[in-house]
C-alpha cells in the first residue's frame, strides 16, 4: 500500500484549504483513514479519522467545526478540508490508513503513512 499526499501550501489567516491523500495497491475502503500533524516544536497530533465500515469520525478538538474528513472510495482518495485557518494550524500533515474499523487519531493503530505535506498559515 502507498499513500500520496498532496493539497499543501501557504494560506492566510482566516483562509481555507483541501488536503487529498489517494491510496494504490490495496482494497481502500476497507481501511480506516486519519489525518494527522506535526508542527513546529510540538508533538504530533491526530487531527481527524474516519471509520471503515459507518463513516463515522473523530476529530481533535483544537480543529473541531473547522476541519471537516471525508472519504470517495471510488477514487481511492481521503479529504480533508481546513476552513477558517489560524498559524496554529501550520504544520506538515500527514494521512495514514489502517487495517481496522475505527474511526481512530491514535498513530499506533495505523499500519500505513503518506509522506507528509506542508501547510503554512501566515500573512
Known sequence: LQLQA??????????????SCTASGVIFDSLAVGWF?????????GVAGMASVD???IYADSVKGRFTITRDNAKN???????????????????AAG???GPSHVAGQYEYWGQGTQVTVSS
Not at 500533524?37 to 508533538?43: C, D, F, H, L, N
Open 37 to 45: 500533524r506535526q508542527a513546529p516544536g510540538k508533538g504530533f497530533e
Open 55 to 57: 463513516l463515522s469520525t
Open 99 to 101: 487495517l481496522f474499523e
Open 6 to 19: 498532496s493539497g499543501g501550501g501557504l494560506v492566510h489567516p482566516g483562509g481555507s484549504l483541501r488536503l
Open 77 to 95: 482518495t481521503v479529504y480533508l478540508r481546513m476552513n477558517s485557518l489560524n498559524s496554529d494550524d501550520t504544520a506538515v500533515y500527514y494521512c
